[in-house]
């Protein structure tokens, strides 16, 4: 089956909003089997509305409306979907009980335009909204099934979780179901180039790689009668991909970032670290800061931006700086040693590199950074030369240090 997903609102089309729910609802489509071939936004014009409405009852088995519910006379979704349908709207008891209820408790006042909302097409499915007061609509017809939902992310998104699921899971008994194997060390043409084969064969399930900030994510998708089945397709493919690319892969949980697998090896086993930053500020304490948790590993993040700091700090050599500069393999060394020792910590990785947009020669490029992991005794030092803006740069930078890091706890705990 087709869907067809209309997003409305003059603000998506301004740009005052970003249009999250356009991709929670492409890809939970996605995920029930259902093929959605278009997408639209339309602003709050009621004949620019039944035009698209119209086109798309002719090209598409499921049409789902997002926004435009509202009180308000330039909420006119529901009243356009109506007349599109050839239907009348008709008060529903419940929906205006639910509005007093909802508004009453909220100690909000009740307004004439409220009870707009209680007015629904003739004939359709209800779809009751605890968490608001614009309830959604299913309207069927022989060829069409057109389902209106709230704007609102945290109206929308638990109305389709609990309702609107169910209800196109019963119509496609197929569904599809992914997994995501992460990898990091990596760039995306050397992973394709990996799997090549793979992609070259695949029918169902398939492989499709997306390349991150510093990573590279395999995305495994499988068609299937239910997601038991479906897990299973995609088990021996997963095998395959860990038995290519090994301790690339960080993990094939999609809720777990880079930076929590990195914790997650420092909890493990029992492992301090601290940083020591020049280029990149702060930005790779702040990503381990992300982790809930973290704490207990991280004892202290130095920002040393200058080079008073770098030797005041961390104790870095005078003379190395005037001989080598602050962006050099000699500097990062001492910077993560010297780190480690003053925050008494197992682990130290430091950074330091020319972000731009100036201050770049002919022999240090804009770009180049220099990254040291002082791990139990043993250090790493990498030299990378990024592209991008300002805040490319220190991102990258940020997302090699992360890997580097995990590198090492590998090579030195774990080998």
């Known amino acids: 089956m087709t869907v067809e997903l209309v997003c409305v609102g003059t603000e998506l089309l301004l740009g005052n909003i970003v249009n999250t729910n356009a991709a929670y609802m492409a890809e939970k489509c996605a995920m029930l089997g259902l ?60 929906a205006r009980q639910e509005i007093e209820t909802f508004l009453t408790k909220r100690g909000r006042k009740i307004t004439e335009n409220n009870w707009k909302q209680a007015l629904v097409p003739e004939g359709s499915k209800v779809l009751y909204n605890p968490n608001g007061t614009a309830p959604g609509i299913i309207m069927e017809d022989e060829n069409t099934q057109m389902i209106l939902l709230p704007g609102p992310p945290n109206e929308l ?27 990091c060390g990596i760039g995306e043409s050397a992973a394709e180039t990996e799997i090549l084969d793979l992609i070259e064969k695949q029918d169902n399930p398939t492989v499709a790689p997306y390349a991150k900030t510093g990573e590279v994510h395999l995305r495994l998708t499988a068609r299937a009668e239910s997601k038991e089945k479906a897990f299973a397709m995609i088990e021996p493919l997963e095998r395959e991909l860990y038995h290519r690319f090994g301790s690339k892969i960080y993990t094939d949980d999609e809720s777990i970032t880079l930076e929590m697998a990195v914790a997650q090896l420092l909890a493990k086993y029992h492992l301090t670290v601290t940083t020591a930053e020049s280029c990149t ?64 910590a197992d682990i130290c990785v430091s950074i330091s590199g020319i972000a731009g947009p100036d201050g770049g020669t002919k022999e240090k490029p804009v770009g180049l950074v220099y990254m040291c992991c002082y791990c139990k005794g043993k250090t790493y030092v990498e030299r990378n030369l990024y592209t991008g803006n300002r805040s490319k740069v220190r991102e990258y930078a940020v997302a090699s ?8 706890i590998l090579k030195e705990v774990e080998s």
Request: aromatic share 4%; proline share 4%.
């Open 157 to 183: 998104i638990p109305m389709f979780e609990e309702q609107v699921y169910p209800y196109l899971n019963q119509l496609q008994p197929e569904i599809i179901c992914s997994k995501m194997v992460k990898l």
């Open 35 to 94: 093929s959605m071939y278009y997408q639209s936004v339309v602003g709050d014009n009621p004949e620019r509305l039944k035009e698209l409405l119209e086109m798309a009852k002719k090209r598409s088995d499921i049409i789902i409306l997002c926004g435009g519910l509202g009180p308000t006379q330039d909420d006119l979704t529901k009243e356009t979907a109506t007349k599109v349908t050839g239907k009348t709207l008709v008060e529903d008891a419940q």
């Open 401 to 408: 240090a992360l890997t580097l890091l995990r590198d090492a």
């Open 281 to 344: 500020g702060g930005l790779l304490a702040g990503r381990l800061i992300n982790v809930p948790g973290i704490s207990e590993n991280l004892k202290e993040g130095y920002i040393t931006y200058s080079n008073e700091a770098k030797e005041k700090l961390l104790g870095v050599s005078h003379d190395t700086l005037e001989q080598h500069g602050a962006v050099s393999e000699e500097t990062v060394l001492e910077m993560a040693k010297g780190g480690a020792a003053a925050a008494n």
